[in-house]
């Protein structure tokens, strides 16, 4: 029975997920990163304003928003893709250690850019809760945004659904009965065994790339940044378009997002934008 589960492509990546959500540095702090992007272009009043509610309900354009979006985007492939590039150096030797670091370091930035997309047109904190734990709405909801960025329909409409009812009851929170046991919640169990599919195709493509030496690592570096950009422009794309992010229009009493204490991060050795994010 055990040995089922883990052959299941839904616990695969559902195991997977929970992972890379627990890896240092890959949770972004909502204040601090809407602070940060949008620092050079809007007042502190209205930075203030979509930290306390959202950037929608604070007016601010969605010129402005996909000018920051792009930053974020343009920061986190060069990471993930440098990253990838010095995980496949070793070769073939050393396949069977490179292989998983390198799916976590992937899966840690693809969850990264979703959290900063996500904040950036108006939904609320993924991650308010104390501790490791990944409660099972914030689950349903990263599922479906990696569903988006890998192309699946139902994810793209399984968004919308969300984003619906979110505006709808003008929630401070991820809506968790609609994610959990709800109309939402088969769709999110569909995406999930997709996606668990589809990762052991990506899986089995990036140990080829790495097989030969120093090849293997531009090979790599390469199939990195071909694959990020893509997925997080159609996040950005699906979630820029919908209606909660309009100016004025959405969730307009998302809740106030504390401060939190640093997390430890290998994100740091570039003072660029985004860095204080991963603080």
Known sequence: MAGKEIEDPESRFSAVLVAAAKLPGVRINREAYLRKALARCCSDDDIRAAIEKTPAAAGISIDILDKAANDSINYEAAKVSALSAAAGLPGLVFLPATVPTDLAQYFGHMLRIAQKLAYLYSWPDLFSGDGDDVDDATKGVLTLFFGVMFGTQSANAAVG???????????????????TQGVVYPMVKKVAKQLGVEMTKKTFARAVSKAIPVVGAVLSGGLTLATFLPMAKRLKKHLAGLEMTKPTIGVTDAEVV??????????????????SASQ
Do not use: G, H, N, R
Request: aromatic residues 2%; hydrophobic residues 35%.
């Open 258 to 275: 504390e401060a939190q204490e640093p997390v430890a991060t290998d994100y740091t050795e570039q003072p660029d934008a985004d860095e």
């Open 161 to 179: 659904k969300v984003a619906e009812a979110m505006s709808k009851q003008v929630a401070k929170k991820l809506p968790q009965k609609a994610l």
